[in-house]
């Protein structure tokens, strides 16, 4: 079954079922293994880290190598553009990657590469020649001569106050990238996902930005799925052709082709405006050379611009007005998905549509709201307890009720204990401190100049600053926050 062409279902099916075998389980000192212990357990271990390193995440749709690149410049002090080839090596030094720095700096380009046919929506900004759809990418500069940084919309797409709630992975006891990130907006159907594992391969049609913005509002409001559905259909943008439904995973494409006029009465000329979706300029300059060779065309000229197609074809007498253009010049093709992701348990699943993908994103999304309030009212708590704390301290010490001058910090504490001071509640929160351990610290290290009544005031009208902040809180939904990130996503980019 390993290796027999004919049964490729029940090798994914093997796949699938059986858990990754870490290397401790497996024979280190050089002793022999049977077969099958092989195949089971180093072999499915192999087939398993080849999927994982070519088949991105559900919930970010990114790929190990690609989360590298954008969590090292999430977490990145400057915003200044760096060289390609400097990020490729910051990248493999942070988050211990152990695949070579030409790999990654195909990662970055791709990942910054905005022209049809590629990225809707580029993570990383394309600064120098990063390829064109001319080539399909493949006539980017090299590392050492553009420069790269992170997109304005990724940090929106991509919220700070998640940081802490995402589950970073460790690589030899250093702390790396996390398990996924969670974008507010399922990615994976904005970029779409192209690989190949063993036994599996997902394939992943682009999606229209403003569209997925749409599905993902209404199905906060709980719209009707049918209606969420059809909003998310293949749009790459740029792209002027057609693209139509043939069934839930089959899509039809053409690109554009019309009769052009010509200073000569029966001389005919057609000019290829747009090419089907994923045929890249130069493999369709090879085939008009094979139409030129074959006599079915008089000849071709080119004026495209980076962005756009333009052939200008001379065709034969014996040609007509009536001539299937898209037909005669291979302007069709169909592609199929092949929905195949890692679910947000790093298990690998088989989508039975694109709606579902959008559901278990906004699942894993929602969840991440939800503790994302709890920390943040946690957070706000502790800060104002820290800040009534010090109003209530400094009081006391005005009024008379505590005297600290002159004696033992032990028993100040002992009394700052019986009058209900806490112990640093923000260092409590961080775990920066054991819940039953005295530290009043923030209180009695707070300098001369802020025991005075004035301080109390300050300190109160912060408290109120706080309380309000908590309260609101408290109050907030997180279809509220979810709407409002979407809208500010919305109001920055050009879509």
Request: contains cysteine.
């Amino acid at each position: 079954m390993a290796f027999d062409r004919e049964k490729a279902e029940e090798r994914r099916r093997w796949i699938e079922s059986v858990p990754a075998t870490s290397s401790e389980d497996l024979p280190s000192d050089g002793s022999s293994m049977s077969f099958k212990d092989f195949v089971d357990g180093e072999m499915m271990r192999f087939g398993l880290l080849d999927l994982q390193r070519s088949i991105p995440s559900v919930v970010d749709g990114l790929k190990p190598s690609q989360r590298k690149v954008l969590y090292t410049l999430l977490k990145r002090d400057s915003d200044k553009e760096i060289k390609v080839s400097q990020l490729a090596g910051a990248v493999a030094h942070s988050q211990a990657y152990h695949h070579g720095e030409e790999a990654l700096v195909n990662t970055i380009v791709r990942m910054a590469q905005n022209f049809c046919g590629a990225n809707n929506l580029a993570l990383l900004e394309p600064i120098g020649q990063f390829g064109t759809r001319h080539e399909g990418g493949h006539d980017a500069a090299s590392a050492r001569y553009i420069f790269t940084n992170l997109s304005p919309l990724a940090r929106i797409l991509f919220p700070a106050e998640d940081d802490l709630l995402l589950e970073r992975l460790q690589d030899d006891g250093q702390l790396v990238e996390p398990k996924w990130l969670c974008p507010i907006l399922p990615l994976v159907l904005i970029n779409g996902a192209e690989g190949i594992g063993t036994g599996w391969a997902t394939k992943i049609a682009n999606r229209n930005v403003q569209n997925v913005c749409d599905a993902v509002k209404m199905m906060i409001e709980k719209a009707d799925r049918a209606d969420v559905g059809d909003l998310l259909l293949p749009h790459y943008e740029g792209f002027t052709g057609q693209i139509q439904k043939l069934d839930s995973r089959r899509y039809f494409s053409t690109g554009k082709a019309e009769f052009a006029k010509t200073s000569r009465k029966n001389d005919l000329c057609v000019n290829i405006t747009e090419l089907p979706v994923g045929v890249w300029t130069s493999k369709y300059k090879e085939k008009l050379n094979t139409f030129l060779k074959d006599g079915l065309i008089g000849g071709f000229s080119e004026s495209h611009t980076e962005k756009s197609v333009r052939f200008s074809v001379e065709m034969l007498g014996k040609a007509t007005r009536n001539l299937d253009l898209q037909r005669f010049f291979k302007l069709q093709s169909t592609f199929t998905e092949h929905l195949v992701l890692f679910n947000a348990e790093g298990v690998l699943k088989r989508y039975p549509n694109v709606l579902e993908i959008a559901t278990e994103h906004f699942v894993t999304r929602k969840g991440l709201y939800e503790k994302r309030r709890e920390l943040l009212l946690r957070e706000s708590s502790a800060k104002l307890k820290y800040l009534e704390n010090q109003a209530r301290f400094v009081e006391n010490l005005v009024n008379g009720s505590l005297k600290v001058t002159g004696r033992k910090r032990e028993e100040v504490e002992i009394q700052m204990k019986q009058f209900g001071f806490e112990t640093n509640p923000v260092k409590i929160l961080k775990k920066q401190l054991p819940i039953d351990q005295l530290d009043f610290a923030y209180l009695l290290e707070m300098p001369m100049s802020r025991l005075t009544k004035e301080e109390i005031e300050k300190l109160d009208e912060k408290a109120q600053k706080q309380r309000k902040e908590r309260d609101s809180l408290d109050k907030s939904q997180w279809q509220q926050t979810w709407t409002t990130e979407i809208e500010k996503f919305e109001k920055f980019s050009r879509f």
